[in-house]
């Protein structure tokens, strides 16, 4: 299998372990946009995950863990589901990420499905509680997601064929996280957990937030070629963005859909266009969560989880 090489957590400016490559930012945030789709976030249920969209999702990677959603009407059928996996890849779309599903078979028959299609890479985020439900299936990157704690990182080191880890920290474990030792070869992405407000901020917001992005003039460092589609067929910017609709997936395709011009007007959402940021010296190396803020104001080009505006 193919291994995937993101920037580490170093370079990022945070040090951690060689095998965590993202702290606090999805794996993608490091790596030069271009306008184009680049990645599928698709949802095959509600989920199951810890964190509802009723009570609030403070995750900085929410956007591909196993997070627990209202569906809004019946979700779409297996047939529709195949078919827009199929014209992601004849779009050149590359990444495919398969997330919140309902049952761990519909989640296994997706994923061979792309893998038989030759979507070039298909993740599988798959809860740590469900982990020996899986079977390996050869050419899928399968993702456990976990709570952080010693006993689950152990669970983790006895599945080798997992190709990674969404780990999810609290702000005042991250030191502890410092120093993890572990014999899981797999990458590590580190999934913190922000409070509802910043004044309940537990950890250093600026060096969670560093980043290296030769493109964020240009383009959203997050959001630019994501596309994330809800199970029952809501064609939204990021998984966690709700309210923010692009199409109907299930009346508009893969091409149909990246013809909106709202869309793409998220793909290019950099902070010189939010108003609060767009004098800031550090606009360029300051990853932006737009999910995150939208949820703590209620405004797309909300400001909650900045020290130096505060």
Not at 23 to 52: D, T, Y
Not at 208 to 225: F, Q, S, V
Request: hydrophobic share 40%; charged share 25%; proline share 5%.
């Amino acid at each position: 299998m193919e291994k995937v090489v993101y920037d580490s957590a170093q370079s990022f400016g945070i040090d951690f372990s060689p095998n965590v490559v993202s702290v606090a930012k999805p794996p993608w945030s490091g790596r030069p946009h271009n306008g184009r789709l680049e990645r599928l976030i698709l949802q095959l249920g509600a989920g199951k995950g810890r964190f509802s969209e009723i009570t609030g999702i403070p995750r900085s990677i929410g956007c591909i863990g196993n997070n627990s959603f209202i569906l809004r009407r019946e979700p779409m059928s297996v047939e529709r589901v195949k078919e827009l996996i199929k014209e992601f890849k004849l779009a050149g779309g590359k990444e495919l990420w398969l997330t919140n599903y309902d049952s761990v078979g519909y989640l296994l028959s997706m994923a061979s499905y792309a893998v038989e299609i030759d979507v070039p890479e298909v993740y599988a985020v798959v809860r740590i509680e469900d982990i020996d439900e899986i079977r390996p299936i050869d050419g899928v990157r399968f993702i456990a997601e976990l709570e952080y704690s010693e006993e689950n990182i152990q669970r983790l080191e006895a599945h080798s064929w997992l190709h990674g880890a969404l780990v999810m920290i609290k702000g005042s474990d991250i030191d502890e996280l410092r120093g993890l030792k572990t014999t899981f070869q797999g990458e590590i992405y580190v999934d913190v957990l922000y409070p509802g407000s910043a004044r309940k901020l537990d950890f250093n917001v600026i060096e969670m937030k560093r980043i290296l992005n030769p493109t964020t003039e240009r383009y959203h460092d997050c959001l630019a070629g994501t596309l994330a589609i809800t199970a029952d067929g809501y064609a939204l910017p990021c998984p966690l963005l709700r309210n923010s609709v692009v199409a109907d997936a299930r009346e508009t395709g893969i091409k149909g859909i990246l013809r909106k011009r709202r869309l793409k007007e998220f793909w290019k959402m950099t902070k010189d266009k939010i108003e609060a940021c767009n004098t800031c010296p550090f606009r360029y190396i300051c990853h932006d969560c737009r999910a995150l803020e939208y949820q703590a104001t209620g405004e797309i080009d909300g400001l909650e989880y900045c020290p130096i505006t505060l």
